[in-house]
């Protein structure tokens, strides 16, 4: 079978079967308690969520579909798709039945750029792109289906067509985006012969003459893809899609929680951080530097973008990937050698101070030194690559949260009184109130 359809349509009776089967059994057996701590920490530990397309083992970091990140960085995005939701990786001709289906799908209709181009000067990227993903909404398949009738069971399809048509469509309104917001000239039209990343890198019209830079983009694109569906993009995305929005509002959320400082937007503040440390000593700094930096960054109440995590407790494979492609193809480069001396110093800085879980370098701590390196310098475009590459994820996580029929998220909220009472009478032993 080389469609992706035709093999999702195969998986899911089995995958249906495997849930049911697993809640006949234990639907009442307990496997988590929480803590006050956690309710008032972000939920931070609490596993209470599904997500069979990637996790994220505070020790190890991503794992997509068993395969740890590091393994997959050099394929392409279009086979990290394939794998994201059927569990395996595809053979050639699946690969190519993917890329020319996705090739298909990418047309962006004008009213989007009219949109765009209503949109103020002043308007970030971000948000460029999330209006142009949610202004497409109209298009939805699922949408209206859903309006003619639609079985609980097939919700899968059209929320598959959907993704499918979000995921083929973003690279050319980023790119679009790209062009517009830095006066880059004319918008570069897709060409249907190339992959998704490589198609990417040559519509934002950057100079590649080895082809290093299309090289970085599609690592890029795999590499921010998918990190279970806890983190705020991909939480936002999920919730608002089990309400049955369809995927167009509901990524195009998913969007706007991915362009906060603490999430997707650390790439930008990670790379102008990396540049004011340049700018104070008039290139790349001494190791010293770094650290008086780093301490007055501290001193100010302000956090480093790039370090720290909310699961992850050793350095990003993330990270890694991003380091080792700048030490090989970039060594000398000012920003990335001052990038490498900040991950020699400032861990080691960062384990001082208790508060801090996780001291290591994440995701967004290397990747726009590389980006800047091969001439995309507008930092505040950063995180639109990121998103580009997130659709994939949160996109085959809506696919098999429909397939699976997932109901509307809606957990339980408690007040603080409650909270003082319940814990008095774990305290006392009296009656425990019922939950507000
Ligand atoms: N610099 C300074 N302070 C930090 C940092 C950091 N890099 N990381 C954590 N802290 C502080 C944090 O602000 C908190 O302070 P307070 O109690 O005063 O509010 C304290 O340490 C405890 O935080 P943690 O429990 O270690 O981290 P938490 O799970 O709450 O937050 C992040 C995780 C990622 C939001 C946090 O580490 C951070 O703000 N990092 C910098 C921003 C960043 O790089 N975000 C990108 C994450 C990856 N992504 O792309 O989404
Ligand atoms: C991500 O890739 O979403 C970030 O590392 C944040 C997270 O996992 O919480």
Same mark, same amino acid.
């Given at each position: 079978?080389?469609?992706?359809?035709?093999?999702?349509?195969?998986?899911?009776?089995?995958?249906?079967?495997?849930?049911?089967?697993?809640?006949?059994?234990?639907?009442?057996?307990?496997?988590?308690?929480?803590?006050?701590?956690?309710?008032?920490?972000?939920?931070?530990?609490?596993?209470?969520?599904?997500?069979?397309?990637?996790?994220? =083992?505070?020790? /190890?970091?991503?794992?997509?579909?068993?395969?740890?990140?590091?393994?997959?960085?050099?394929?392409?995005?279009?086979?990290?798709?394939?794998?994201?939701?059927?569990?395996?990786?595809?053979?050639?001709?699946?690969?190519?039945?993917?890329?020319?289906?996705?090739?298909?799908?990418?047309?962006?209709?004008?009213?989007?750029?009219?949109?765009?181009?209503?949109?103020?000067?002043?308007?970030?990227?971000?948000?460029?792109?999330?209006?142009? +993903?949610?202004?497409?909404?109209?298009?939805?398949?699922?949408?209206?289906?859903?309006? /003619?009738?639609?079985?609980?069971?097939?919700?899968?399809?059209?929320?598959?067509?959907?993704?499918?048509?979000?995921?083929?469509?973003?690279?050319?309104?980023?790119?679009?985006?790209?062009?517009?917001?830095?006066?880059?000239?004319?918008?570069?039209?897709?060409?249907?012969?190339?992959?998704?990343?490589?198609?990417?890198?040559?519509?934002?019209?950057?100079?590649?003459?080895?082809?290093?830079?299309?090289?970085?983009?599609?690592?890029?694109?795999?590499?921010?893809?998918?990190?279970?569906?806890?983190?705020?993009?991909?939480?936002?995305?999920?919730?608002?899609?089990?309400?049955?929005?369809?995927?167009?509002?509901?990524?195009?959320?998913?969007?706007?929680?991915?362009?906060?400082?603490?999430?997707?937007?650390?790439?930008?503040?990670?790379?102008?951080? +990396?540049?004011?440390?340049? /700018?104070?000593?008039?290139?790349?700094?001494?190791?010293?530097?770094?650290?008086?930096?780093?301490?007055?960054?501290?001193?100010?109440?302000?956090?480093?973008?790039?370090?720290?995590?909310?699961?992850?407790?050793?350095?990003?494979?993330?990270?890694?990937?991003?380091?080792?492609?700048?030490?090989?193809?970039? =060594?000398?480069?000012?920003?990335?050698?001052?990038?490498?001396?900040?991950?020699?110093?400032?861990?080691?800085?960062?384990?001082?101070?208790?508060?801090?879980?996780?001291?290591?370098?994440?995701?967004?701590?290397?990747?726009?030194?590389?980006?800047?390196?091969?001439?995309?310098?507008?930092?505040?475009?950063?995180?639109?690559?990121?998103? +580009?590459?997130?659709?994939?994820?949160?996109?085959?996580?809506?696919?098999?949260?429909?397939?699976?029929?997932?109901?509307?998220?809606?957990?339980?909220?408690?007040?603080?009184?409650?909270?003082?009472?319940?814990?008095?009478?774990?305290?006392?032993?009296?009656? +425990?109130?019922?939950?507000?």
């Amino acid at each position: 079978m080389t469609s992706l359809k035709e093999v999702l349509g195969q998986q899911i009776p089995a995958a249906r079967t495997r849930v049911k089967d697993l809640l006949k059994q234990h639907e009442n057996t307990e496997i988590e308690n929480v803590k006050v701590g956690q309710i008032f920490g972000g939920m931070r530990g609490i596993s209470c969520l599904i997500c069979d397309t990637s996790s994220v =083992p505070p020790d /190890k970091g991503l794992i997509i579909r068993g395969y740890p990140v590091a393994e997959l960085a050099y394929r392409l995005p279009e086979e990290i798709l394939w794998l994201l939701l059927t569990g395996t990786l595809p053979n050639k001709d699946q690969i190519e039945n993917l890329r020319a289906d996705l090739a298909r799908r990418a047309a962006v209709p004008d009213y989007v750029w009219n949109v765009l181009d209503a949109m103020p000067a002043n308007a970030h990227p971000m948000t460029l792109f999330s209006a142009g +993903v949610l202004c497409l909404q109209g298009e939805s398949v699922f949408k209206d289906r859903y309006e /003619k009738g639609l079985r609980k069971e097939d919700f899968w399809d059209p929320t598959l067509e959907d993704a499918l048509n979000i995921i083929a469509r973003v690279p050319v309104i980023a790119a679009g985006i790209y062009r517009k917001k830095f006066n880059k000239g004319p918008r570069i039209a897709p060409d249907a012969s190339l992959d998704w990343g490589t198609n990417y890198a040559r519509m934002l019209g950057i100079n590649d003459p080895k082809g290093e830079f299309a090289k970085l983009i599609r690592m890029y694109l795999v590499l921010h893809c998918d990190h279970e569906n806890g983190n705020v993009s991909a939480m936002a995305t999920y919730t608002v899609n089990s309400a049955l929005s369809d995927l167009y509002y509901s990524f195009s959320a998913g969007l706007d929680g991915l362009a906060g400082p603490l999430h997707g937007l650390a790439n930008q503040e990670c790379l102008m951080w +990396v540049l004011n440390l340049m /700018k104070q000593f008039n290139g790349a700094p001494s190791k010293e530097q770094v650290a008086n930096f780093a301490k007055e960054t501290l001193a100010a109440g302000k956090v480093i973008p790039g370090y720290g995590h909310g699961v992850l407790r050793v350095t990003d494979p993330r990270f890694t990937c991003f380091h080792d492609f700048g030490q090989k193809h970039c =060594p000398e480069d000012p920003v990335f050698k001052t990038v490498a001396t900040v991950f020699d110093v400032l861990p080691d800085i960062l384990k001082t101070i208790n508060k801090i879980k996780d001291p290591w370098p994440n995701v967004d701590a290397a990747s726009g030194s590389l980006l800047y390196h091969y001439g995309l310098t507008e930092a505040v475009y950063y995180t639109v690559l990121f998103g +580009v590459s997130r659709a994939l994820g949160v996109c085959s996580q809506a696919v098999l949260a429909r397939a699976l029929a997932m109901p509307i998220s809606r957990p339980k909220s408690v007040t603080t009184d409650w909270i003082e009472k319940r814990v008095a009478c774990g305290i006392s032993g009296r009656q +425990v109130p019922p939950a507000p």
